[in-house]
């Protein structure tokens, strides 16, 4: 149907708009002409995501994947929402059914990498985001997720090393020079933790992580603990 077609494609251009009540509105119209339009169905679980109707969300990935079993981005979209609910096992098996689909998929790996970190399987969240990494080595999230996790186990210079790899691909990340600056502090190296986290406020003035960190460098330079 034309009319679907002209939702579905009005919908999408609000999205990229950040207008998403009325690309909710488009998609809904889009789905009423057209009842088994997988895309219109994964479009509006996007937009609903970001009104923060995260329940009316997933029932729409439902439905694309319903519609369509190898929708791989609705698979994708699915399990990284049900990690952001806190619903990890759950979305390690969404991510499963992925790579059922296509065994190549990074992004399954990277996101089904954080589940399991949220898991505390370290051991499994580092295969997959190894597997991340080596599959999109320009990605500065790779890099910095793949950090946090060797933060996690103690292994800070290995950490280190994929928070300077994500801060040369993207400079521009506050998180990324607070937890370089977190890995130096804990094996005291203050000097080199103070210049990350001069870094990081440069870029998030008002974050409170990085103050209290700052501050904690600053005092035990002060008492001479290096």
Known sequence: DGNAVAYYNRGLVNIRLKKYVAADEDLRRAILLNAE????YHHRAVARQY?????????DYDAAIEYNTTYEAAYVNRGYLLYKMGRYEEAVS???QVLEINPESIDAFGRRGLSYMAMGNSEKAVEDMNRWVKGNPNSSEAFFQRGKIFFQVGAYRTSVED???AIKLNGNVSDYYLYLGNAYLDFNDYELALRSYDKALELAPDDPRILQNLARVETAIMQGEF
């Open 51 to 59: 009104l923060g109707e995260n329940q009316k969300a997933l029932e």
């Open 94 to 96: 969404a991510f499963d």
């Open 163 to 165: 928070f300077q790899q």
């Open 37 to 40: 339009d997988s895309k219109s």
